[in-house]
């Protein structure tokens, strides 16, 4: 397959034809490519992604886990990631990573996104620009030297970069309390970013009072919108951003359920706001989440609290239990709902083409940088 930059290829094909394809027809041509290129490619389906384009995924699996198998794969060649930008980014990162170059001679893994458009809410909340500007206010009220930088894996590879060259670390939903133990061990206070719910979540949790959590809402010239007294007393300064489907939830929904099913069981992400979290049974990462109902006896009664498609595939998947979405309101990932049958087909068929499409390749430097800090995070047990 020719390089990524490779001048001479011939044009990409056009996207407007695939979109008139039938699901039938595109499925068989995805196949098509994935026979031909076989251990060259390795196509990623996060949990959140429709039921079409799981199915014909070779992985499926949360942002970090599929990006940590692909990085791996020592036989892929390709990447196609059915996510969003930031988990294409991390991939790119770790399947890149230098002593994998120089097993491979320097060649790169392709890294594909299907449709470019597949950003992610919450990790636009939170630019690099503006974290160096609340880096810099803070250093004018605290010494930088003891706040630790925590991003979520949920945010873009220039922040987990800021991390990296900051002492700092990326945590994701499952390791979160054991990133934020590791950072105290090191320095007094923590900036995260760029999940508020995470951060506040973890921290209750960890008996850290909401008193010393102040919020940094990045669209406030001073401070963030916080007095200077306020900043001095922190332990956890939450950066105001949130999961736009997550944030959906809440606490009069669960009470809803609780009324109406008495002991049912309340399953939620920590991306949820702590007034719902408060009322849960059960707290955790996608993983989490699938692991208790898989281990739960049959006729559980539960009320999920994350993404719909997860949760719908959860209730195909689990008949014996008795699976409720707790919302009235359809709270779905739109952003990874971009990510459908003829953007797939269209971006594999560029791909065994020689002319990809939507290829997602990190800067060197900041590369090297969020490196850093992804692989501190490989190291928190
Ligand atoms: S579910 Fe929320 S955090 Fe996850 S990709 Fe969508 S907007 Fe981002």
Not at 51 to 68: F, H, M, N, P, T
Not at 137 to 165: H, M, W
Not at 213 to 230: F, H, K, S, T
Request: aromatic share 6%; glycine share 6%; proline share 5%.
């Amino acid at each position: 397959m020719p390089s990524t930059h490779d001048q001479t290829a011939s044009p990409a094909f056009d996207l407007a034809p695939y979109k008139s394809l039938d699901n039938e027809e595109l499925t068989r041509r995805i196949n098509a490519v994935r026979e031909e290129m076989g251990s060259r490619l390795l196509i990623l389906g996060h949990h959140y992604q429709q039921d079409e384009v799981i199915a014909l995924s070779d992985l499926r699996g949360d942002s970090y886990k599929l990006s940590e198998l692909a990085a791996k794969d020592e036989q892929c060649r390709a990447i196609v990631f059915c996510g969003v930008h930031f988990m294409a980014e991390t991939a790119d990162i770790l399947a890149n990573r230098p002593e994998r170059l120089a097993r491979s001679g320097g060649r790169r893994v392709t890294v594909v996104l299907p449709d470019i458009a597949a950003g992610c809410s919450m990790a636009d909340m939170a630019e690099i620009e503006q974290v160096e500007e609340c880096w810099e206010q803070l250093g004018e009220v605290v010494d930088c030297r003891d706040i630790l930088p925590v991003t979520y894996v949920n945010s873009a590879a220039s922040l987990k970069a800021f991390c990296g060259r900051h002492g700092g670390i990326v945590c994701t939903s499952a390791n979160a309390r054991a990133v934020l133990e590791w950072a105290f061990a090191r320095r007094s206070r923590v900036l995260f970013f760029p999940d508020q719910h995470l951060g506040r979540n973890t921290a209750l949790a960890m008996g850290i009072p909401l008193e010393q959590m102040p919020i940094w809402d990045p669209r406030r010239d001073e401070l963030g919108g916080n007095e200077e007294e306020a900043i001095e007393r922190s332990r956890v300064i939450l950066w105001k951003g949130h999961c736009s489907v997550h944030q959906m939830f809440r606490p009069e929904h669960v009470d809803q359920f609780q009324r109406q099913y008495p002991g049912i069981k309340i399953l939620v992400h920590p991306e949820c706001m702590m007034e719902v979290v408060a009322k849960a049974d059960v707290i955790g990462s996608t993983g989490k989440i699938i692991q208790a109902v898989a281990e739960a006896p049959a006729g559980t009664r539960w009320a999920i609290g994350t993404e719909l498609h997860l949760v719908q595939r959860l209730k195909h998947e689990h008949p014996e239990q008795e699976i409720h979405f707790l919302s009235p309101v359809v709270c779905m990932c739109a952003t990874m709902y971009r990510i459908d049958l003829p953007h797939l087909c269209w971006s594999l068929e560029n791909l065994a083409a020689g002319t990809p499409v939507n290829v997602i390749e990190v800067e060197q430097e900041v590369a090297e940088h969020a490196l850093t800090a992804l692989e501190r995070m490989l190291e928190v047990k």
